[in-house]
């Protein structure tokens, strides 16, 4: 204050001031004063905001790399199962089609061994009906012989005949159950 009265008389005497008896350089220095009071609080309240806006960004910026790195992870995970799903895939389908051609094959033996007991027991069917013919063909010849030649010896033999051979046979029957 009493620099500044004092700027007032000399203001009202006509003198110019000095540089330091100038209240605007008082002004500016007090305000400089203040300024740096207020700065270093300022500064470190700043700096200090600005160092947890950085460490809370730097926090994120690795959450998000950790984020980024479970999630290359996960895909990596997802295509060797896919990978892996799709070989166990071409492995099944690989192994139906074996399986499917060793049935086809094994039906095929199968069929072949069927068609070939089915013609064997044909074959075998047809020789015992031909065998059976046969016989009933022989059978029914020699009935018809021994008809025949029981109508030629009676047309033929007289009795006398007759009895003398039935008692040969009679004798030459002990001789031929032997």
């Known amino acids: 204050m009493i620099g500044i009265a004092y700027a007032a008389d000399a203001a009202q005497a006509g003198h ?35 160092d947890s806006r950085a460490a809370q960004i730097e926090a994120e910026l690795e959450e ?10 996960m895909l990596a995970s997802y295509q060797r199962k ?17 399986e499917a051609k060793r049935i086809t094959a094994n039906a095929e033996k199968a069929l072949v061994e069927t068609l070939k007991r089915r013609e064997t027991l044909t074959t075998d069917k047809i020789a ?14 020699v ?25 040969a046979a009679v004798q030459d029957l002990p001789a031929r159950l032997r």
């Open 64 to 73: 998000a790399r950790k984020l980024r790195e479970e999630a290359q992870a």
């Open 143 to 167: 009935e018809i012989a021994l008809a025949a030649t029981e109508q030629l010896l009676k047309d033929r033999l007289d009795e006398a005949k007759a009895d003398a051979l039935v008692d």
């Open 82 to 98: 896919q990978r892996d799903a799709a070989k166990e895939a071409q492995a099944i389908i690989t192994h139906a089609e074996e």
């Open 16 to 50: 110019k001031l000095s540089f330091w008896q100038e209240p605007e350089t008082w002004l500016a220095v007090a305000f400089l004063i203040f300024i740096g009071l207020l700065a270093r609080p300022v500064w470190k309240k700043a700096t200090t905001a600005l």
């Open 128 to 141: 015992q009906a031909q065998a059976k013919a046969v016989q009933e063909v022989k059978a029914e010849a």
